[in-house]
């Protein structure tokens, strides 16, 4: 994929699919996607993976602006060995659970551009 790498993120997220880079240099998961591999630097040995979209909240806050409902702004952990930034949904947000099992669930963002998600497997009380 010769496109930049933001473009292919974006363009898998629009396929319903979470896509990441893995450099073959030193077998390592790359996101957010780039032109240059960060943990070895190599520059001609990334290519794109997709995620089974299956991970575990590793950090959770929840957030409260003036004037809209508290949301939550989580860590997650993927299977593939890659953490990344996004919420939790289908719960609320002060009841994230940190270690829950999350899966990716791609919804369509308030401009109409795909945004990736993740909802629990199991909801504890």
């Known amino acids: 994929m010769n496109a930049a790498p933001a473009t292919g993120y974006a363009e898998g997220l629009a396929a319903g699919e979470l896509r990441f880079q ?3 240099a030193c077998d390592r998961a790359v996101f957010y996607p780039r032109v240059l591999c960060p943990h070895c630097g190599a520059d001609d040995a990334l290519s ?3 995620s089974s979209g299956r991970g575990v909240v590793y950090a959770s806050t929840v957030l409260h602006k003036r004037g809209t409902d508290p949301y939550n702004v989580a860590l997650v952990d993927l299977d593939e060995g890659f953490r990344m930034m996004s919420r939790i949904e289908g719960v609320p947000p002060e009841d994230v659970v940190i270690g829950s099992p ?3 669930d791609v919804v369509t963002g308030e401009d109409g551009e795909a945004l990736a998600v993740f909802r629990p497997l199991e ?3």
């Open 123 to 125: 909801v504890r009380s």
């Open 102 to 104: 999350v899966q990716l």
């Open 22 to 24: 893995h450099c073959t």
């Open 48 to 50: 794109w993976r997709t």
